[in-house]
């Protein structure tokens, strides 16, 4: 059972467009979110995150939206950069605990 | 860098052979995590240590075990190898046993089971 969700496993975007990068959630008891970036051969590192109190969160040209009711969260990177070609994962903390829960994946590819 | 050392970065190994991944955590962390990423799989979760003590279990298989010695180090053991055992291992450590922000992660082994 998949409890974080990315249902789109690649996104290209030309460079200076905006890339939107979508996660779901099933579990109500996730209290923080975050966002990974990887690069090939080397581990994630993250890049952002928000509270389950906030509804936006950002940092440079990282954004990150929660929306409760929906229980969806996304991040919009603007403008892209060919840079930031690599794959993104959200990730959901359960409340109190040690432990995320990650998602797949999203292959986003920004073109120059 | 991140700071988390992970060895081996690459392992070819035959289905039944035993194979150890070593972790190093960042320094100042306590707290070590395992995670496997199998192709076009998220990364599941282990196992976790604190300070040399085993603190969380997740989709970890019998035939799998881990330690974190006085050092912190970590290692996780590998038996009984079938051909889906094959994925990336990730390392990650953290300074607190609850982390607010994630953690950090190595590199990763990438295990081949031929």
């Known amino acids: 059972d998949q409890q974080v969700k990315q249902n789109s496993p690649s996104l290209s975007v030309q460079e200076g467009r905006i890339s939107i990068l979508n996660c779901d959630y099933t579990?109500?008891?996730?209290?923080?979110f975050l966002w990974y970036k990887k690069y090939p051969a080397e581990g994630p590192t993250f890049l952002i995150s928000i509270s389950s109190i906030k509804d936006k969160n950002e940092d440079g040209r990282f954004t990150v939206f929660l929306n409760k009711s929906a229980k969806h969260l996304s991040l919009h990177i603007v403008p892209s950069q060919p840079g930031d070609s690599a794959v993104y994962f959200c990730a959901a903390r359960v409340l109190g605990t040690y432990k995320y829960i990650f998602g797949t994946g999203t292959r986003l590819k920004v073109l120059a | 860098d991140s700071g988390v050392t992970q060895t081996p970065k690459h392992l070819i190994t035959a289905t039944g052979q035993r194979v150890t991944l070593r972790c190093s955590p960042r320094?100042?962390?306590?707290?070590v995590y395992w995670y496997q990423q199998s192709l076009d799989q998220g990364l599941q979760f282990l196992i976790q240590y604190y300070n040399g003590e085993e603190r969380a279990k997740g989709n970890i298989l019998e035939r799998f075990s881990a330690q974190q010695f006085p050092d912190l180090h970590s290692e996780l053991n590998l038996s009984s190898l079938e051909l889906g055992d094959s994925a990336l291992y990730f390392c990650?450590?953290?300074?607190?046993?609850?982390?607010?922000?994630?953690?950090?992660f190595g590199s990763g082994t990438r295990l081949t089971v031929v």
């Open positions: 320094s100042g962390d306590l707290s």
């Open positions: 579990n109500s008891m996730f209290d923080y």
């Open positions: 990650a450590s953290s300074v607190d046993r609850v982390p607010l922000y994630g953690y950090t």
